[in-house]
């Protein structure tokens, strides 16, 4: 059985993420995943909340290191508390470039500023809902403060969950030693990647921390390419193409490359960045390379592939709510056969 989460277009208008979550709720999802791209994530979640009663929102996720840990914990606290527990905070690094050039942010390596994040986002959370003292003291992060005034105090339902996005396999160790849960990218849920490079990772962690197995839940949060038909099908399978032409131009979701034997396409999607040939990517992208990370079928297939892909490896999955609501009908019948796989 899969837990089902949808997704949302990272351009979707702010004004349009309640009708959009309000449709993934009645379509039968359990959960919605809320990207941060042209979007503050944490207001696009609270925006999906509101307009939702049973529907759980995570951000899938949020930039971290631009924001203070305290400032998250603030807006997590209230998103939680606002709606009865159905909030789940997926927090990411980024990658250098992005941090530097795009949020003026200075770069410090990911891991181990990651893992001082999430251990000063819990010395929070401890100290609001146990009444513990307030007293982490990192190498990036120093927190000791925390007068009664602004204490918000404990959570009916407790704190939400942490989940780490992670593609180097010292971000995947680090999900498997600390967060509730690790969110693939979708240039990493190919199978044989999610079996022989994610798991192992996960599962190092957790016995680093003294975990029991792999405690952290795993999220395949790929890309799908399905509908009525074959035609409609393959359709998606060319936007998928797109996708990963730009995905696959940054050097950091390389390593799947490399396992599945695409050594040398990750190189020359980059010099066609560099040389401003944008719309030659997607050409780079071989058939073969979407057979290993794109699972392709019409919606009365489609359930049954995505079980045999994932079903050993996880039970908790994305699927796409289709652009076209008349196909809403459909959509949500292959939902439930996802949900009782």
Not at 184 to 212: D, F, Q, S
Not at 246 to 261: C, D, N, Q, R, V
Not at 286 to 313: C, N
Request: hydrophobic share 40%; proline share 8%; glycine share 10%.
């Amino acid at each position: 059985m899969f837990r089902v989460f949808a997704t949302m277009d990272q351009r979707m208008p702010l004004s349009k993420i309640a009708d959009h979550a309000r449709r993934a709720e009645k379509l039968g999802y359990d959960g919605l995943n809320v990207p941060e791209a042209v979007h503050d994530g944490l207001l696009a979640a609270g925006a999906a909340l509101a307009a939702t009663r049973r529907l759980t929102v995570a951000t899938s996720v949020l930039v971290a290191f631009p924001r203070s840990p305290m400032t998250v914990a603030h807006a997590a606290w209230d998103l939680q508390e606002s709606s009865g527990g159905r909030f789940e905070l997926g927090l990411g690094p980024q990658v250098r470039g992005n941090i530097v050039h795009r949020y003026s942010v200075a770069w410090t390596p990911p891991v181990p500023r990651m893992r001082e994040y999430v251990g000063s986002l819990r010395a929070i959370f401890g100290c609001w809902q146990n009444g513990s003292a307030l007293n982490f003291d990192g190498t990036h992060y120093q927190f000791s403060r925390m007068q009664p005034f602004f204490n918000p105090g404990p959570l009916a339902d407790g704190p939400p969950p942490i989940h780490l996005g992670a593609i180097g396999p010292g971000m995947l160790a680090l999900a498997g030693e600390i967060a509730d849960g690790m969110m693939t990218h979708p240039t990493n849920t190919a199978p044989r990647y999610v079996r022989e490079a994610i798991l192992p990772k996960l599962m190092a962690g957790a016995k680093r921390a003294g975990r029991a197995g792999n405690t952290a839940r795993l999220m395949i949060g790929g890309l799908c390419a399905t509908g009525p038909s074959s035609q409609q099908t393959n359709t998606e399978r060319e936007t998928a193409r797109q996708l990963l032409g730009f995905l696959y131009s940054t050097p950091a979701y390389w390593k799947s490359l490399e396992l599945l034997g695409f050594n040398d396409l990750g190189p020359r999607l980059k010099a066609l960045v560099a040389s401003g040939q944008w719309n030659d990517l997607s050409g780079q992208i071989p058939d073969t390379l979407l057979d290993a990370t794109v699972p392709s079928a019409p919606y009365d297939e489609i359930a049954e592939v995505l079980a045999e892909w994932y079903g050993e490896m996880s039970d908790w999955i994305t699927f796409p709510m289709p652009d076209d609501p008349t196909l809403d009908p459909k959509a949500a019948e292959v939902i439930a056969r996802l949900k009782s796989c």
